[in-house]
């Protein structure tokens, strides 16, 4: 339930209903199942040292994994109770060192800062916010959707692009 490519052209894989990622090498084809300390993987990416960053929809966090020393290292995302939001997707910001990760339980998102690991906590403006994924342009503003279906669901009865400028 997810997709990337890392800096040296190794694809990784997540696999949602299990406990593990996987990596294909594509100079001999051979597919590496990686298990991880946490359930449902989903919508990895990577960042330009080669490092993967995950979600875990169920457990409420995301994970840094870092290939070259096969070591992952987790992180809780900030919300009261523990556990309590399923981040769906995330996307790393290079410019900026930042893991944009959706609240999709809060209405929000969630921004981790690689260089000092904290978290920015951004409220959306609408209720009943369920966004999907991230992108950003070249000034770093982030562009999110929510996507509830029906979209009758969404506080206004509409889908909307959103655009998040964080200073």
Do not use: C
């Not at 993967?52 to 290292?73: H, R």
């Not at 809060?106 to 800062?113: D, R």
């Amino acid at each position: 339930y997810g997709i990337d490519v890392t800096p040296d052209g190794k694809v990784w894989i997540a696999r949602l209903h299990s406990k593990e990622i996987g990596m294909i090498d594509p100079a001999t084809g051979k597919i590496t199942m990686i298990p991880t300390p946490f359930a449902g993987p989903r919508r990895l990416r990577t960042d330009a040292a080669g490092n993967l960053w995950i979600v875990s929809f169920g457990e409420s966090l995301i994970a840094k994994y870092d290939p070259k020393t096969a070591q992952f290292k987790t992180y809780d995302l900030p919300v009261v109770p523990k556990g309590s939001d399923t981040p769906y997707a995330l996307a790393v910001n290079e410019k900026k060192q930042q893991v944009w990760v959706t609240g999709n339980q809060s209405n929000s998102v969630y921004v981790f800062n690689m260089k000092n690991e904290s978290w920015d906590f951004i409220p959306l403006p609408k209720r009943v916010t369920f966004t999907r994924d991230f992108d950003f342009d070249e000034e770093g503003a982030a562009y999110t959707s929510n996507s509830n279906f029906p979209s009758w669901q969404v506080e206004d009865g509409q889908p909307t692009l959103i655009k998040i400028q964080k200073k």
